[in-house]
């Protein structure tokens, strides 16, 4: 639907008439909205718009500038993306201490297997700065001595470098609404549970804690909501008996990266929509892809006996009929 579209993103403090206000804007300058979302989420207001600019009259740098004064007048942040001219999407990293998503990704990079250029990793502490260096990736640290990110350092990187989408490769933090409003479906995250089994903290040791017999990964859109978006693509394991949450991760943590690089692909293929927080196949019948398990689980599952109440019913109703008859 965004094919060829510019997308306009509005955040900040909600305030009445600017839905009005950016909208009368627009269409002055013939500028037609294609589609147009909004929402508040603690106390910060986000619009999303994806409109027409191709006989717009006005100049890219002019409608820059006009919106960002009319974002200040109504102290809101106004961004404005561009159809991009590259064939290749810019991929942002975000990272903390664990190294296994983030090298896997670099390793699909540089075999050209990714479908991305990952321009830019972006850490809340700076360990895994080697390791974007060795690929000659530059890497920014955000993070102060405990790790807590500035977000709007975050923000000015992924605006510098033009991103369009964003992989957190088990990147520990929470991301504000500041940044999800920003990249709405633009955000994948891998978390060690079968969502949304397990969200927070420590999920392998949740797992534990249950006695699930079967543990997983997922990989979903980031939203608000805390591991609460719409799921891309999950991996699942059997868990040992007396297993420990280390043993666990030695498990989960291949599937994690595994998990992560489908779902990227997917969405950098554009193959997947989102609609009513659920994701789908855009062209089922155009691709070889699939969300879910593999048909060969589905084969092995048995088929009987199955609940087959309308039939019961559908054949009492017949012996009714006939004794009436």
């Given at each position: 639907?965004?094919?060829?579209?510019?997308?306009?993103t509005?955040?900040?403090?909600?305030?009445t008439?600017?839905?009005?206000?950016?909208t009368?804007?627009?269409?002055?300058?013939s500028?037609?909205i294609?589609?147009?979302?909004?929402?508040?989420?603690?106390?910060?207001?986000?619009?999303?718009?994806?409109?027409?600019?191709?006989e717009m009259?006005?100049?890219?740098a002019?409608?820059?500038?006009?919106?960002?004064?009319?974002?200040?007048?109504?102290?809101?942040?106004?961004?404005?993306?561009f159809?991009?001219?590259?064939?290749?999407?810019?991929?942002?990293?975000?990272?903390t201490?664990e190294?296994?998503c983030?090298?896997?990704?670099?390793?699909?990079w540089?075999?050209?297997?990714?479908?991305?250029?990952?321009?830019?990793?972006?850490?809340?502490?700076?360990?895994?700065?080697?390791?974007?260096?060795?690929?000659?990736?530059?890497?920014?640290?955000?993070?102060d001595?405990?790790?807590?990110?500035?977000?709007?350092a975050?923000l000015?990187?992924?605006?510098?470098?033009?991103?369009?989408?964003?992989?957190?490769?088990r990147?520990?933090?929470?991301?504000?609404p500041?940044?999800?409003?920003?990249?709405?479906?633009?955000?994948?995250?891998?978390?060690?549970?079968?969502?949304?089994?397990?969200?927070?903290?420590?999920?392998?040791?949740?797992?534990?804690?249950?006695?699930?017999?079967?543990?997983?990964?997922?990989?979903?859109y980031?939203?608000t909501?805390?591991?609460q978006?719409?799921?891309?693509?999950?991996?699942?394991?059997?868990?040992?008996?007396?297993?420990?949450?280390?043993?666990?991760?030695?498990?989960?943590?291949?599937?994690?990266?595994?998990?992560?690089?489908?779902?990227?692909k997917?969405?950098l293929?554009?193959?997947?929509?989102?609609?009513?927080?659920?994701?789908?196949?855009?062209?089922p019948?155009?691709?070889?892809?699939?969300?879910?398990?593999?048909?060969a689980?589905d084969?092995?599952?048995p088929?009987?006996?199955?609940?087959?109440?309308?039939e019961i019913?559908?054949?009492?109703?017949?012996?009714v009929?006939?004794?009436?008859?």
């Amino acid at each position: 639907m965004t094919d060829g579209l510019t997308e306009i993103t509005v955040v900040g403090e909600d305030d009445t008439g600017i839905v009005a206000e950016i909208t009368s804007f627009l269409f002055e300058r013939s500028i037609n909205i294609e589609d147009l979302d909004q929402a508040v989420r603690e106390g910060t207001f986000r619009m999303t718009m994806h409109v027409d600019t191709s006989e717009m009259v006005t100049t890219e740098a002019k409608l820059r500038k006009d919106l960002d004064e009319l974002g200040d007048e109504f102290g809101v942040d106004v961004r404005v993306r561009f159809p991009s001219v590259s064939e290749r999407q810019s991929l942002a990293v975000l990272v903390t201490k664990e190294s296994h998503c983030l090298e896997a990704l670099l390793e699909k990079w540089d075999d050209g297997d990714l479908g991305a250029d990952i321009d830019v990793v972006i850490g809340n502490h700076s360990d895994l700065k080697p390791l974007a260096t060795e690929y000659g990736i530059p890497f920014h640290d955000i993070g102060d001595e405990s790790g807590v990110p500035d977000e709007d350092a975050l923000l000015d990187l992924l605006a510098e470098y033009d991103i369009d989408l964003i992989a957190l490769a088990r990147y520990i933090r929470i991301l504000s609404p500041e940044v999800v409003f920003r990249y709405d479906n633009r955000i994948i995250n891998v978390h060690p549970s079968l969502l949304p089994s397990f969200p927070g903290a420590s999920a392998y040791m949740q797992a534990i804690e249950e006695g699930v017999r079967i543990a997983g990964v997922t990989a979903h859109y980031v939203t608000t909501d805390l591991d609460q978006g719409p799921i891309v693509s999950q991996r699942a394991f059997n868990v040992p008996d007396d297993a420990t949450e280390e043993e666990l991760q030695q498990l989960g943590q291949p599937l994690e990266a595994e998990a992560l690089i489908e779902a990227i692909k997917l969405h950098l293929n554009d193959e997947i929509t989102v609609h009513r927080g659920r994701t789908k196949l855009r062209n089922p019948e155009d691709t070889d892809a699939q969300l879910g398990a593999p048909e060969a689980i589905d084969r092995q599952n048995p088929n009987g006996p199955v609940d087959n109440y309308d039939e019961i019913v559908d054949s009492v109703a017949d012996e009714v009929a006939s004794a009436d008859d």
